[in-house]
Structures are given as structure tokens and as C-alpha cells.
């Protein structure tokens, strides 16, 4: 086989526009399937600057860690960084904080055998030499003082969120705002890494491909919203993925309990113009995941553009969820003008992307003692529902103007 010289990959404009360093120079490439990629020796990029990070823990252990509900952007980014840093052998555990629940990621999960540890305080954290963070806004974890008790050094935050002012601690930070998800972003590391694609023939790479293809598929809603990496990503992930696997995560299930929240939503609804307003009831944890599907649901609805569904969660929170279509209102901007700071932590109750989605989470925290859980209930919902109406400027005692985002 000739040894070719890689010819321009994608996205070198993003390297430079996130003012990635000059990138270590000679980076082993990995092989896969036999074959041995050379590159030539001046290029550089995000995922060279990676592979020197990862050279420094050759042969030792790293923990990817995954804040919030695993999602399969998450699943599948954490799923390729092991897959890297494996060519560099080091070993990866993926951890996560936060069971997973909705339908199609523990389909997922189970079909791709994919090994997610959940945290718990006995979680033993000295064999890892190393940590990163994969598909989060937050640099910090939950158990950042056992980390930096141990010495466990931060590797690796790659996402696609709002870049933070202050980038986290990490010794290789790629975060790219205007992508649309953070499996893209890994695919152009193994575009890097394997320039003449993953193995159809290698069931662990099958499994690879397949997963990022569902993450990309995921966090774009099926492409809507794929920019141009995504399409890149696809294109390079293609002769890899199982369609078949895809279409069994995919498929739509709901479970005797959704239906059971979507008929509480549909009789507790309330409309407001091109608004509903309804809640689900009394929600287990493990059903969690089910507000903001009932909430897209209640979106089919013809002549309504937004729709904000809660419910009380373990009876301890109220967790909500808003959906839109509405040319006007932002969710970020919508939730935090609904709900406001809480006054202990200091931090908005809820917030959301700029353009259809948004949650929250309020603590119910004295309140949940009371012996009737239905008067909590109803004083829940009348809460949130008067602060949902003066915000869009609909109620009968004090007519508000409606504020910008509202104006819909
Ligand atoms: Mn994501």
C-alpha cells in the first residue's frame, strides 16, 4: 500500500479560529484494519493536539465522564474518545451521574453493549491517572474534590455548547458552538486518526459508527438542523453504520406510563391562544424523560406553538419542559423570564437553547414533607402557571405588557 499524505481535512479554519496551539509534531497513527496512515508531518489540528495530550497517558487509565442524563450525542462522543484513546492504550470507564431513561437511550445502550458505569460514593476513582468531559456546558463535576484529591488530571472537555468565558482546566479544550453536536466533532478526530474510514468488518467499530450516527441524528433532529461537519461526519461514518440498529433505537415506543402522562396531559390541559399549559401528575424518576416527549406531542396540536408540560418528579421537584415553533420566543430567555433565580443557589430554576427547547427543575424542598401531596400539587400548578401568564402578558387581575420574548 502507498503511504499517502493526508489531503486536506475538514474544518482547519476552526482550529485556528479556537486558538488551538501548535500542535505536537510526530503523532503515532493508530492503524486500523492493518493499514497505516502517514500524514504529512505539518499538519495540524484539533485532533493532533489530542493525540499529544493522550500520548502523555499512554497506558493508564482515564474516566469520561458525562454530566446530566446520558444522551446519545453524549453515549456516542464518550464511545469514540474511548475508541481514540485506546489506540494509545489507555484504557477508558465511562461514567455518568444520572441514570438512563428515555426508551430510545437505553435501546441504545443495550444494543450497542455499551458499558456506562453510574456514580456512586464507593465508586473507587484511584486507577484513573485521568478524566474527561464529553457533551456538557459544565467543566466542573460533581466529584471534583475526589479528583483533585487523587491527582486525577484533567485530559479532555470537547462540546458544542456556549463557549464559557473561562475554558475549563482541561490540558485540550475543543468547543465549538456553531456545530450541532459534539459526535461531529469526534468523527473529524477519526477522520484524522483513520483517514481511510472505520472497519465494517470490526463489530466494535460497527457499533462505533452506528452510535455517532444516531447522536448526529439525535441532536439534529434528524438533520434539520446539521451544519456542515455533521453531513462531513455522516458522509465519513457511512459504510460503517448499521441502518438496521438505527431504526430499532429509533423506533417510537411508549410505555404504559407515558400514555398514562399523556392522558393526565391531555385532561390537565390549558389553552391559551397558541399556548398549552398542562401537567402529567405525579412522575417516578425513571419516568423523568417522558415530560418533554408529552410536551412534543401536545406541539402536533394545529393552531398551538408552545407548549410547557411539568410534573412533580419523585416528589421532590417540579420538572418541566418547554417545546416551541414560534418565530418569537427564545426558551432560554422565556424560562429564565418565567421562573427567575432561586433565591438559595443563586441560579436560574430553568433555561433552554434560543430555539425550541427549554427546562426546568424547581425543589419542592419543605413543601414535599406535607402529608397532602395533592394541595402541593395544586399549589405548584397554580404557581407556575400564574407566572406563566403574566409573563405572556394573560392575566385577569393585572394586565402586564408582554415582555419582548413573549410577544408571540
Ligand atoms: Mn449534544
Known amino acids: 500500500m502507498t503511504p499517502k499524505s493526508v489531503v486536506s481535512l475538514e474544518n482547519n479554519d476552526e482550529a485556528s479560529a479556537a486558538g488551538v496551539e501548535p500542535a505536537v509534531r510526530s503523532v ?41 442524563t446520558p444522551d446519545p450525542d453524549a453515549i456516542s462522543s464518550a464511545m469514540a474518545l474511548a475508541f481514540i484513546s485506546r ?50 456546558q459544565r467543566g466542573t463535576t460533581p466529584i471534583d474534590s475526589r479528583l483533585s484529591e487523587l491527582e486525577v488530571r484533567f485530559l479532555a472537555f470537547v462540546d458544542h455548547h456556549r463557549e ?27 477522520h484524522a486518526a483513520f483517514p481511510k474510514g472505520l472497519s465494517p468488518s470490526d463489530p466494535d467499530q460497527v457499533h462505533l459508527a452506528t452510535a455517532l450516527m444516531h447522536g448526529i441524528r439525535s ?35 411508549l410505555s404504559p406510563s407515558m400514555l398514562d402522562m399523556f392522558e393526565n396531559a391531555l385532561v390537565n390541559r390549558r389553552i391559551h391562544d397558541n399556548f398549552i399549559f398542562s401537567d402529567v401528575g ?5 419516568d423523568r424523560d417522558a415530560i418533554p416527549q408529552v410536551a412534543e406531542l401536545l406541539l402536533a396540536r394545529e393552531g ?35 421562573l427567575g433565580v432561586s433565591p438559595e443557589s443563586g441560579q436560574y430554576y430553568g433555561g433552554g437553547n434560543i430555539r425550541d427547547r427549554g427546562g426546568f427543575q424547581i425543589p419542592l424542598g419543605f413543601f414535599s414533607l406535607h402529608e397532602d401531596k395533592n394541595q402541593v400539587y395544586v399549589m405548584a400548578r397554580q404557581v407556575i402557571e400564574k407566572s406563566f401568564l403574566e409573563y405572556i402578558g394573560k392575566t385577569a387581575t393585572k394586565p402586564k405588557k408582554p415582555g419582548g420574548a413573549a410577544a408571540a
Open 219 to 253: 441532536d439534529t433532529g434528524r438533520f434539520l438542523l446539521a451544519t456542515q461537519l455533521e453531513y462531513e461526519a455522516s458522509a465519513y461514518l457511512a459504510p460503517c453504520v448499521d441502518m438496521q440498529v438505527i431504526e430499532l433505537i429509533e423506533r417510537r415506543v
Open 87 to 136: 489506540q494509545f492504550d489507555i484504557d477508558s470507564t465511562i461514567l455518568c451521574f444520572a441514570a438512563v431513561s428515555h426508551h430510545e437511550n437505553r435501546a441504545l445502550v443495550k444494543r450497542l453493549a455499551v458499558n456506562l458505569v453510574k456514580y456512586s460514593p464507593d465508586f473507587d476513582l484511584s486507577p484513573f491517572a485521568c478524566y474527561s468531559i464529553v457533551d456538557s
Open 164 to 190: 464559557d468565558p473561562t475554558p475549563p482546566p482541561a490540558m485540550f479544550v475543543d468547543v465549538r458552538p456553531h456545530v450541532a453536536c459534539t459526535a461531529s466533532i469526534f468523527c473529524e478526530y477519526l
Open 28 to 68: 503515532p497513527v493508530p492503524a486500523v484494519g492493518g493499514s497505516v496512515a502517514k500524514r504529512s508531518p505539518e499538519r495540524s489540528g484539533p485532533y493532533q493536539e489530542l493525540a499529544g495530550a493522550l500520548e502523555k497517558f499512554r497506558g493508564q487509565s482515564q474516566l469520561i465522564i458525562m454530566l446530566g
Open 282 to 286: 405525579f412522575v417516578r424518576g425513571a
Open 304 to 338: 398551538t406553538d408552545t407548549v410547557l408540560v411539568f410534573g412533580i418528579v419523585d416528589e421532590k421537584t417540579i420538572d418541566g419542559s418547554l417545546r416551541t415553533r414560534s418565530e418569537t420566543i427564545n426558551p432560554d430567555e422565556f424560562l429564565k423570564g418565567v
